[in-house]
């Protein structure tokens, strides 16, 4: 297992010598160990449990693939990742189809190659299917979305409009209503997930006295990970932000610069409890539930993103600039575009090339002609000179699928197998490729 420094260090070294930088690493240990924590932490304490990995968190085949051999389903929210998974190889009866705005064509894709489960997000979406699985002939498995206080709006039936919306849909003859689906938000506390699932199971109940037995309870994901930071107090900042902007307008600009001056720049870390600390509470309330409402125990699906592939990625950037004068900024060759995620969080970042005991403390940003291109306002690390590697950490969830081709083309992907070897999944772009749709606009060589 990949879990000290040296090893770290030892590995980027090699990597940054023969595939350059930017790059992306991945390491297949990390993956597995991730997956098989979060499995075990609620197959201990439920005894049906599908883990579905959220595939937009990180869909490089690379990714699925592991993850596939080693027994996770996998969800999506697209015809794009279903098209990528099949092409992959992966069975159609391990992916689960969720999303918004499904269009008739990708329910058409989706039903045709008979995929698990489709969790309907509305009424519409339902009438589709049907029309869909009228047309092919097939009945189809589906599980419908609900919103409640906790969750996101914008997805979803809202609790209260639920029941009717289950009495409607198992009046169509070409779909078969088996399951719940909810996904709260992000970085979701343990209270949260009870209040949510008491509500569940209530409707659960209500289903049942109705004759619709739900037989696959989907939570969603939004667990949050380790070793993920903030700048500074949000909110403090937040408040300054708009107070400085009012002075502003009024002229005082000396009281908005003295306000400004008090925002907090240090990074927060904050104390997540541990995954088995969700299963337990979240099992223990389904337990209780289910035997107080006298329920037939439902598979518990659950469909984690960033806490399976976040830590088992980072990103490696050379240094190519820097500037010293009241601060020490150092300018590397990656930036905002690879790693979005830095705009608002905290990573480790290590000096791989200097390992002097000596630590000074610098501005991190990348090579974009932008203004928010920073990667590390306060960036402690030994001495940083021109060519140093720098490695980030924790970068593997979204970064990679929202990474852009804004001015500079994507890094390249680098998996580090569980057996040492080192394999290019994915090669750097070039400009051909950044240009190739634009094709006829360019003039023809002569």
């Not at 595939?19 to 005894?47: C, I, M």
């Not at 490089?60 to 279903?82: C, K, R, T």
């Not at 979406?125 to 969750?151: F, M, P």
Request: hydrophobic share 40%; with cysteine; charged share 25%.
């Amino acid at each position: 297992m990949k879990n000290k420094q040296l090893d770290f260090r030892n590995d980027a070294r090699r990597i940054a010598s023969n595939f350059g930088t930017p790059t992306y690493v991945l390491y297949e240990s990390l993956l597995k160990q991730n997956y098989k924590h979060f499995y075990n932490a609620f197959r201990e304490n439920w005894d049906k449990v599908i883990v579905s990995y959220s595939v937009k968190t990180n869909y490089l085949p690379a990714v699925v693939s592991i993850l596939n051999s080693i027994g996770a389903s996998l969800e999506i929210v697209s015809e794009f990742e279903l098209y990528l998974l099949l092409k992959v190889g992966i069975s159609p009866r391990k992916i689960i189809f969720n999303g918004p705005c499904k269009t008739l064509k990708e329910l058409e894709f989706a039903i045709k190659n008979g995929v698990f489960l489709i969790n309907a997000d509305s009424s519409s979406e339902l009438e589709n299917i049907d029309k869909v699985g009228k047309k092919q002939g097939k009945v189809i498995d589906v599980g419908i979305k609900v919103s409640t206080a906790e969750t996101w709006k914008k997805f979803g039936i809202p609790l209260e409009y639920a029941e009717d919306v289950f009495k409607f849909s198992s009046q169509l003859k070409n779909i078969r209503v088996r399951g719940i689906h909810i996904h709260i938000g992000t970085n979701v506390s343990p209270g949260i997930y009870i209040s949510t699932l008491e509500k569940l199971s209530a409707l659960m109940r209500n289903l049942q006295e109705i004759g619709i037995t739900i037989n696959f309870l989907d939570i969603g994901g939004g667990f949050p990970c380790q070793g993920i930071g903030r700048w500074g107090n949000l909110y403090k900042n937040l408040i300054i932000n708009v107070l400085s902007k009012r002075l502003r307008r009024y002229k005082l600009r000396f009281l908005a610069k003295y306000l400004e001056s008090l925002k907090s720049e240090k990074p927060i870390f904050s104390d997540i409890p541990p995954v088995e600390t969700y299963a337990k509470k979240i099992c223990a309330t389904l337990k209780k539930k289910v035997h107080e409402y006298n329920l037939p125990a439902p598979y518990l699906i659950l469909e984690p993103g960033k806490i399976i592939v976040n830590s088992a990625g980072m990103l490696l950037v050379s240094v190519s600039e820097i500037k010293n004068y009241k601060e020490k900024w150092v300018l590397v060759d990656g930036g905002i575009n690879l790693a979005r995620s830095l705009e608002s969080e905290v990573h480790r970042v290590m000096n791989v090339t200097n390992e002097e005991k000596k630590i000074e403390t610098v501005k991190l940003a990348g090579p974009l002609c932008y203004g928010g291109d920073i990667l590390a306002k306060n960036a402690k690390l030994p001495t940083v000179r021109e060519g140093d590697i720098i490695e980030i950490f924790d970068i593997g969830a979204y970064n990679i699928s929202q990474s852009m081709q804004f001015i500079k083309p994507r890094a390249s992907v680098v998996l580090v197998q569980e057996n040492g070897e080192m394999k290019e999944v994915r090669r750097r772009e070039d400009y051909e490729d950044i240009l190739r749709l634009d094709s006829p606009f360019f003039r023809t060589e002569t």
